[in-house]
């Protein structure tokens, strides 16, 4: 370690978090495979960092190598007509990415517009928002795999892409060297206009293009509709907005099973994530029915998707909540994102976190999980 190693705070959309034991910044693929090769090699415990983003480190900094992904570049691979395959370069910035596909009028990711950190890190979570996941453009990832010590190649069906959740978030050692994508080409044949987006597919998003669900829009609307809705809940990076000073979401949206639905209150939102078999009619003949003739109604439970922010606002916790004396606060604009205030620590961070936890594990027998990866830290 030297006076010159920036804090974790410097690398970190949070702006919490000490000073590592070593740090390595990777410009490029070879560099790339070589810093995770030679911290292997060491022994060293080590932490892939790319944008920041997602990651919440602990004031003690990192007792170990931590190595800053900045490769970049986008390349385009042939693909079947109609439709546009390019591979990008793991350190290349997640939204700097959706513009240039918006720009070129190529739909499918564009309502993952604004969302922060690096590409290589977007299949790691299945990144997702407004109705569209990675996971629907996603053709596989050029993976350095600790077992083998090979690059190998994973198909989006080898990472066992689910819910911000990916074969490499449960344990799966390595790192995503380059991401390869296929978007439509969004012009419509033999028609004049702008290239038109994916099918909308949020009811929020819907409204606020004043289109109903399932519409096509200019692909460029749908990218500004999109930046101005995380805009106005503090979700796109703005050194003029406090509450930008985030990892975005701070907890996932539950997954709970039916059952357990049914003992929330009537009005916190829900959304089936196997629909239940359709009602069964029965040809009833005029004689009446035996009921040893009536079909067994079906075991299998579906789960159901909870609103993390509804469980939230409803356990008593409200926008701009701090505890007594934190630098750590809930947005202002959005109950799902803890920000620092100015002059947080990580324990701060950790300490609301886990208050929250507490909270709505209390009134509603749900425990919320983090979404950014916490270093060194425990809730």
Do not use: C
């Not at 517009?113 to 690096?118: K, L, R, V």
């Not at 995503?176 to 044949?189: I, K, T, W």
């Amino acid at each position: 370690m030297t006076d010159a190693t920036p804090a974790l705070a410097d690398l970190t959309t949070i702006r919490v978090g000490g000073v590592p034991h070593r740090l390595v910044v990777a410009d490029d693929r070879d560099a790339l495979v070589d810093a995770v090769r030679e911290a292997r090699d060491t022994g060293e415990d080590r932490l892939l960092l790319g944008g920041g983003s997602n990651t919440v480190a602990s004031d003690d900094g990192f007792d170990g190598t931590v190595i800053h992904i900045r490769t970049r570049g986008v390349e385009r691979l042939p693909a079947p007509d109609g439709r546009i395959r390019l591979r990008v370069q793991a350190g290349e910035p997640w939204d700097e990415l959706v513009a240039l596909t918006v720009r070129n009028g190529w739909s499918g990711i564009e309502a993952l517009s604004g969302i922060p950190g690096s590409t290589g890190a977007a299949p790691v979570q299945n990144i997702g928002a407004y109705g569209q996941e990675l996971e629907s453009a996603l053709v596989g990832v050029e993976f350095l795999d600790d077992m083998s010590d090979e690059i190998v190649y994973l198909t989006r069906q080898e990472l066992g892409l689910g819910y911000r959740t990916s074969a490499l978030k449960r344990g799966r050692g390595g790192v995503v060297l380059s991401v390869d994508l296929e978007l439509s080409d969004g012009a419509v044949p033999g028609e004049v206009g702008a290239p038109l987006s994916a099918p909308v597919a949020y009811a929020q998003l819907a409204d606020a293009l004043g289109v109903p669900l399932g519409a096509r829009v200019p692909v460029a609307e749908l990218r500004r509709a999109v930046l101005a809705l995380r805009s106005s809940k503090g979700m796109v990076l703005d050194p003029a907005d406090r509450d930008s000073v985030s990892s975005g979401s701070f907890f996932t949206n539950p997954i709970v099973s039916e059952g357990f639905a049914r003992t929330l209150p009537a009005n916190a939102p829900r959304w089936p994530q196997v629909p239940p078999e359709a009602d069964t009619v029965m040809d009833i003949p005029l004689g009446g029915v035996h009921p040893f003739d009536v079909p067994p109604l079906a075991a299998a439970e579906y789960t159901v998707k909870l609103s993390a922010a509804w469980l939230i606002e409803n356990a008593g916790i409200h926008r701009g909540f701090a505890l007594p004396g934190s630098g750590a606060a809930i947005s202002s604009k959005h109950t799902l994102a803890i920000v620092n205030r100015g002059g947080a620590t990580a324990a701060d961070v950790a300490q609301l976190a886990s208050f929250i936890q507490s909270r709505v594990q209390s009134e509603f027998g749900v425990v919320l999980q983090p979404e950014p990866v916490m270093v060194g830290l425990d809730l």
